[in-house]
């Protein structure tokens, strides 16, 4: 099994399932933002006040050139507009996390400490633009994806149990 790249809206549980499928694969496993976050030391959220989103993209393309070229047997977990990269497919297998707009709000609201997890989101504050975003990507989600598993109302073990038979 190659690279498993988890592509989808923001809260839609990337990285929840990455860390299950680590470990129950026991590959490593690498989270995009977390990497930004180290080399800049600086939180997204912050990256994207001090500096704005044009800014942040551009260390997502560096970020997917790194994985291209040093990363393999691994999970990764993506940020909601890692889509973008023009080299995603050359990272690993692409698998969409779909879920609709409501239930990755309701997935968000219902963690301890949502309200929080939901304000650290800076392209949720404002839900109107927020769902127009998510009307906009879901489509371009569905295209670039090798692998699309609908998440909405499912266990976390039997999202991962199914993408690890999509896998094999």
Request: charged share 30%; hydrophobic share 35%; proline share 2%.
């Amino acid at each position: 099994m190659s690279n498993l790249v988890l592509i989808g809206f923001m809260g839609v549980g990337k990285g929840t399932v990455a860390r299950e499928l680590i470990k129950q694969t026991g590959k490593f496993g690498v989270d995009c933002d977390d990497l930004i976050e180290s080399i800049e030391n600086r939180r997204i959220k912050t990256i994207f006040e001090e500096d704005g989103e044009e800014y942040f993209r551009n260390l997502e393309k560096k970020t997917a050139k790194w994985l291209e070229n040093n990363v393999t047997n691994t999970i990764i977990s993506t940020g909601g507009g890692f889509y973008k990269v023009e080299n995603l497919n050359k990272i690993g297998k692409v698998i969409y996390l779909e879920s609709s707009f409501e239930g990755i709000i309701t997935r968000i609201k219902s963690q301890p400490n949502g309200d929080k997890k939901l304000a650290k989101r800076p392209l949720l504050k404002d839900m109107k633009k927020a769902t127009t975003l998510f009307n906009e990507r879901a489509p371009v989600y569905r295209e670039k994806a090798d692998i699309i598993v609908n998440v909405e109302n499912k266990s976390l073990e039997n999202v991962v149990k199914e993408i690890l038979q999509l896998v094999k």
